[in-house]
């Protein structure tokens, strides 16, 4: 069988190309974005901070601006300035923010691979994280092809991001499955023929693959 046919039996792709944060990894926790707004600064407001953080986050997780250049433009639509130690600070609590993953979720990834299925990553990632996650997690040789964002040069939904995975890995997008929790980028992905599912869980995501 070859990697552009689907599972006999279940109608699915052998390649699956996930997203990182929200299927994989954690989503920022309470605790995790009220450390963010904290390293800051006092008088610093969260609302305004969260329409900064991601306003100018689309050109900091494609790469287009380091982590210095983004946290001075947030620093200057909060009409603030941040010095060299709080933008060190800011980037540490992004990053830990970020930090947490589902164990349930590694090891369906690792069950797959072992399984023979191929199995791809795509995820807007600023190059810290990748950084962090590339010394702290193994589990990332699972994939064999891995679009980070901050790497080739663009982000979901942008088309270009999900046609690049598709040529690294040689396959049309009918025979790809594309697993992510936002709706607009399962949508982007579907636009360029690749099959697409919303996630919700590892429970629903196992069914879906006829794993259960």
Not at 81 to 91: H, I, N
Not at 107 to 136: D, M
Not at 168 to 196: H, I, K, Q, S, T
């Amino acid at each position: 069988m070859t990697e552009t046919e689907t599972e006999t039996g279940t109608g699915t792709p052998r390649v699956l190309l996930f997203d990182m944060f929200g299927v994989i990894a954690r989503v920022q926790s309470p605790a995790g974005r009220a450390r963010l707004v904290e390293a800051a600064g006092a008088g610093v407001s969260g609302t305004e901070f969260w329409e900064a953080y991601w306003s100018l986050r689309p050109s900091y997780d494609s790469g287009r601006v380091t982590a210095t250049g983004y946290w001075q433009s947030v620093a200057g639509a909060l009409g603030t300035r941040f010095d060299a130690d709080r933008t060190a600070a800011l980037v540490a609590a992004d990053v830990e923010s970020w930090s947490a993953v589902d164990e349930e979720m590694v090891a369906l990834i690792g069950g797959l691979a072992a399984s023979g299925r191929t199995v791809a990553l795509l995820s807007n990632i600023p190059e810290e994280l990748a950084v962090h996650y590339e010394r702290h997690h193994p589990w990332l040789a699972h994939f064999r092809v891995r679009g980070l964002s901050c790497r080739i040069g663009h982000a979901k939904p942008e088309p270009a991001a999900y046609a690049w995975c598709l040529r690294e890995l040689g396959v049309p997008g009918e025979g790809v499955l594309f697993v992510d929790d936002r709706e607009e980028n399962v949508r982007a992905a579907r636009a360029l023929g690749m099959r697409g599912h919303v996630f919700t869980s590892a429970g629903a995501l196992r069914t879906a693959l006829g794993l259960s």
